[in-house]
């Protein structure tokens, strides 16, 4: 099966190439070597490659060091402007790479043979890293999870509510990413990363906040998850008018509330808002903004790309009015600095827990639980912030109607992973994917069986996890409350963002230190049995979930910009 990465790829299968083709084919004579080339080329690649590719290892695509020197510059560029024409017409390495990554990049018609030329100038100054070895000598585990995700036999039938605009004429259509509700009423909402918050009214998308027009700084590139990142109303919006969002702005728009030492790059900044507005039910929003804070990325991928408040938790509750914040790595283990995370000193990795409404933070502008886990750490450098630690990217963040505090966490290159997220625990990355130990200053592509020792490093491990057998990137959901669908009652519902396939797990079955089955459940649409990637029409789904007041549950594509929500449900039927 062939998914899709999105817009960086269009160098994802070069590295493969590199074992699949002689050096006498090459021929670098005519390869740009000027300073200006070269610059052009660099920010090229950082603006469209360098979210997935690095010149040190694998990422979301595969390291590039080295790669002029193996593949012919001809075939490069061929297959960057065409790479399906290149598949299609037999290509032995194509077909080679399409085996072994599963993968096809789209086409990059629309770059001109210069921007090409540029780009390959710049990759030809990057030598090959050094080759790295296993892990104390062990060979790494090929298949790590071998047995397959079993079907439910649940069915359910959705029906299509509306399609968002498109938003860009280059990549995704549009780059949706939440789906939520208004708390206390029940407007829906819909956030495109690239840079517009819209209202569904009678199903219809009204834009509700345009990011790119009320904060100048906003840059939705380079990444696939750049942008205007996620939104959260506060419990009593209706009553304070108080809405939180996240988006992104260039590297030193501003001094970093949490940054780290000027030898590691930053390619761009994340910020967390506070808007307020004195006419809570006007449309469209019209109000004033405050910062809580900015963080430095080292790339523009695994940011703030989820904030999200407690919707269990009631006035005069602990948890009341507290933000949560998911913060990514930034991929700076990929990059080369690992000791950026799975570290209660700094936030990278983290899910953040802050009062909005506090000052007691050291920028003064938030503040910190006294509740929270390491308040009174005896690590004077501890970030109070941290509710929990070691993740690559907590992707979305929910709570069961139990009280279960979950949340997805989108791996490397072997495990994608459902956590049941308590107070204070580390789970693992990058010294573990899902249960098994990776060797950050190595290959993180490759996981290993956990050590003798395991129980010294006090991990808490996932609720549940699939392997890239499976599908290639986790997208978090929700449980089922919604009043139609007694089959999804007790469910939390997820799926793989790339290939669209859909999953669920039992809350009744997870607690600490279990793993709980996955079990995969189909769709009907219009009485016909279909699947989410042939909603949308492409391999690649790119998967997204949402809720509205009532509980009922949503799912969308970036690749059409079409919304459906859970109709009805019954046993397996067959297909027709």
């Known amino acids: 099966m062939l998914t899709f990465h999105g817009s960086c790829f269009f160098v994802v299968t070069l590295a493969l190439c590199a074992a699949a083709c002689s050096k006498s084919e090459n021929s670098h004579s005519d390869i740009p070597n000027d300073s200006l080339s070269i610059a052009k080329g660099k920010a090229m690649f950082e603006q469209n490659c360098s979210a997935c590719h690095n010149f040190r290892q694998d990422g979301i695509g595969p390291?590039?060091?080295?790669?002029?020197?193996?593949?012919?510059?001809?075939?490069?560029?061929?297959?960057?402007?065409?790479?399906?024409?290149?598949?299609?017409?037999?290509?032995?390495?194509?077909?080679?790479?399409?085996?072994?990554?599963?993968?096809?990049?789209?086409?990059?018609?629309?770059?001109?043979?210069?921007?090409?030329?540029?780009?390959?100038?710049?990759?030809?100054?990057?030598?090959?890293?050094?080759?790295?070895?296993?892990?104390?000598?062990?060979?790494?585990?090929?298949?790590?999870?071998?047995?397959?995700?079993?079907?439910?036999?649940?069915?359910?039938?959705?029906?299509?509510?509306?399609?968002?605009?498109?938003?860009?004429?280059?990549?995704?259509?549009?780059?949706?990413?939440?789906?939520?509700?208004?708390?206390?009423?029940?407007?829906?909402?819909?956030?495109?990363?690239?840079?517009?918050?819209?209202?569904?009214?009678?199903?219809?998308?009204?834009?509700?906040?345009?990011?790119?027009?009320?904060?100048?700084?906003?840059?939705?590139?380079?990444?696939?998850?750049?942008?205007?990142?996620?939104?959260?109303?506060?419990?009593?919006?209706?009553?304070?008018?108080?809405?939180?969002?996240?988006?992104?702005?260039?590297?030193?728009?501003?001094?970093?509330?949490?940054?780290?030492?000027?030898?590691?790059?930053?390619?761009?900044?994340?910020?967390?808002?506070?808007?307020?507005t004195e006419t809570p039910n006007e449309f469209p929003f019209k109000g004033t903004s405050r910062e809580l804070f900015r963080i430095d990325m080292v790339t523009g991928m695994h940011g703030v790309q989820e904030i999200t408040f407690n919707p269990n938790s009631k006035t005069g509750d602990d948890d009341y009015g507290l933000l949560y914040v998911g913060v990514g790595d930034g991929a700076c283990v990929e990059s080369g600095f690992p000791f950026l995370v799975q570290n209660i000193e700094k936030p990278w990795g983290s899910i953040l827990r802050i009062d909005p409404a506090g000052r007691n933070s050291i920028n003064k502008r938030y503040g910190i639980p006294p509740s929270n886990p390491f308040v009174d750490d005896s690590n004077p450098q501890a970030a109070r912030e941290i509710y929990a630690y070691g993740f690559r990217n907590p992707h979305r963040i929910t709570w069961s109607r139990k009280g279960q505090m979950l949340a997805s966490n989108i791996g490397q290159a072997q495990i994608e992973s459902v956590n049941l997220i308590l107070p204070g625990r580390n789970y693992g990355w990058p010294i573990r994917e899902g249960t098994f130990l990776v060797n950050p200053y190595g290959d993180i592509t490759k996981v290993f069986p956990l050590p003798e020792n395991d129980a010294e490093y006090n991990i808490t491990y996932p609720a549940a996890q699939y392997d890239h057998d499976e599908g290639l990137a986790i997208s978090g959901g929700f449980e089922y409350t919604g009043p139609e669908i007694a089959e999804l009652k007790g469910k939390y519902l997820f799926a793989d963002m790339n290939n669209g396939r859909l999953y669920y797990l039992d809350l009744n079955d997870v607690r600490p230190g279990h793993i709980t089955a996955i079990k995969e459940w189909n769709i009907t649409y219009r009485g016909k049995r279909t699947t989410t990637s042939e909603l949308c029409g492409s391999k690649r789904v790119d998967l997204r979930f949402g809720k509205d007041a009532h509980g009922d549950v949503y799912f969308f594509s970036k690749q059409d910009g079409k919304v459906y929500r859970m109709a009805d449900a019954g046993p397996t039927r067959p297909a027709l």
């Open 63 to 276: 390291q590039l060091g080295g790669v002029t020197r193996e593949v012919s510059q001809d075939w490069l560029k061929k297959f960057i402007h065409d790479p399906e024409v290149v598949i299609n017409s037999g290509d032995e390495r194509a077909e080679k790479l399409v085996a072994r990554y599963r993968t096809v990049m789209p086409s990059f018609g629309h770059l001109t043979d210069d921007d090409v030329n540029t780009i390959v100038a710049y990759l030809h100054t990057q030598d090959a890293p050094p080759v790295t070895v296993s892990s104390a000598g062990r060979p790494p585990l090929t298949n790590p999870l071998p047995q397959p995700i079993d079907s439910s036999g649940l069915v359910v039938d959705v029906e299509f509510v509306t399609e968002i605009p498109a938003s860009s004429r280059e990549g995704f259509k549009t780059r949706i990413t939440k789906l939520d509700f208004m708390p206390g009423s029940e407007r829906l909402f819909i956030v495109d990363i690239r840079g517009k918050l819209y209202e569904l009214q009678n199903n219809k998308p009204v834009v509700y906040m345009d990011m790119a027009r009320l904060k100048p700084k906003f840059i939705d590139k380079p990444g696939l998850a750049t942008g205007f990142g996620s939104f959260a109303f506060h419990p009593e919006f209706l009553k304070n008018g108080l809405l939180y969002t996240t988006h992104t702005e260039g590297p030193g728009s501003a001094p970093a509330d949490f940054h780290y030492a000027d030898s590691i790059p930053v390619t761009l900044q994340w910020v967390v808002s506070e808007w307020k």
